[in-house]
């Protein structure tokens, strides 16, 4: 199928379009970064010249055929360094693609997402991640949620926290008071939550004292079942708990892969989160990878 002219909106006649004959084929040109033989067309009506990549995402790209292993490597532990060498590509050249796929992951992830509202779930399990910021002494929560079913990611939201415990007087005297965000990161999750959920759903969760308030601000009607927290055991990055049965077993898996799969949420590993903004990307990735190849369909 012939596609239309790109400058089609800026035509004196509307009324002319590829399915009238207004675009010819005009050719073809070898393209060297992914070694395929493209068509190219011509527009009768203005004379441009194109081919089936103009104006899409991937216009002018000249790393084309890193994309995909790049993707895999990104959601398989592997870091953006190691993924350079291993492309035999230049290490600005992997965070330039780094945050080009998590674009296409978010809007991807979105238009999945979309489709919950044909289906909604009637069965939650949410709770918190917890990573760090350059240094154990700026930590950050993830708050994510889980379809217990399918153990799908239905939603991760990023917040940063102040330093608790021995950490916290180290923390306020060398980087001083750090806001706490997450209550909003918990809204946030809660809100994008509404259209794929129902609301006399059942939703699972730890017995942390602020999780009520937000399931009852968003989902007045539904259930709200709290479980113990357990110890963390050896294997699954102390995720899994040591339970003969674990309610949360879904979403403690979740969050054992997403420690296992993601080199800077590794609980012992130099490769920690320099920006906010590049974890998020990171996990946009990875939410994409985990919901389209890990879990069932």
Not at 6 to 17: A, E, M, Y
Not at 46 to 59: A, K, L, P, W
Not at 154 to 172: C, E, F, H, N, Y
Not at 183 to 201: C, E, H, I, T, Y
Request: with cysteine; glycine share 6%; net charge positive.
């Amino acid at each position: 199928m012939k596609p239309g002219c790109p400058r089609f909106k800026d035509h004196p006649v509307k009324n002319i379009g590829p399915e009238n004959g207004s675009v010819i084929a005009y050719g073809s040109f070898f393209r060297a970064c992914d070694s395929r033989q493209v068509k190219r067309f011509r527009c009768r009506v203005c004379g441009f010249c194109f081919s089936q990549s103009t104006g899409t995402r991937r216009y002018r790209q000249k790393k084309r055929r890193i994309v995909s292993p790049l993707y895999r490597l990104l959601a398989s532990a592997v870091s953006q360094r190691r993924a350079a060498r291993l492309l035999g590509v230049d290490k600005k050249t992997v965070v330039r693609y780094f945050r080009f796929i998590a674009s296409e992951c978010l809007e991807r992830e979105q238009r999945r997402l979309s489709n919950y509202k044909y289906e909604p779930l009637s069965r939650v399990q949410f709770d918190d991640l917890e990573t760090s910021e350059h240094t154990k002494l700026k930590p950050l929560s993830v708050a994510l949620a889980v379809d217990p079913d399918t153990r799908k990611i239905l939603g991760i939201q990023v917040s940063r926290m102040p330093a608790r415990g021995t950490q916290a007087k180290v923390a306020l005297k060398k980087y001083g008071k750090r806001r706490d965000e997450r209550k909003w990161g918990w809204n946030r999750l809660f809100q994008s939550l509404v259209p794929m959920v129902k609301p006399d759903a059942e939703f699972f969760s730890d017995q942390n004292p602020h999780y009520p308030p937000v399931v009852r601000r968003y989902f007045p009607f539904a259930r709200h079942e709290t479980t113990p927290g357990g110890r963390g055991a050896i294997i699954g990055q102390g995720e899994l708990k040591k339970l003969a049965f674990d309610p949360l077993f879904a979403l403690n898996h979740t969050c054992a892969m997403l420690r296992a799969n993601m080199n800077r949420l590794l609980r012992r590993t130099w490769c920690t989160t320099k920006t906010v903004r590049g974890l998020k990307e990171h996990l946009a990735i990875y939410v994409d990878y985990h919901n389209r190849f890990l879990t069932e369909s």
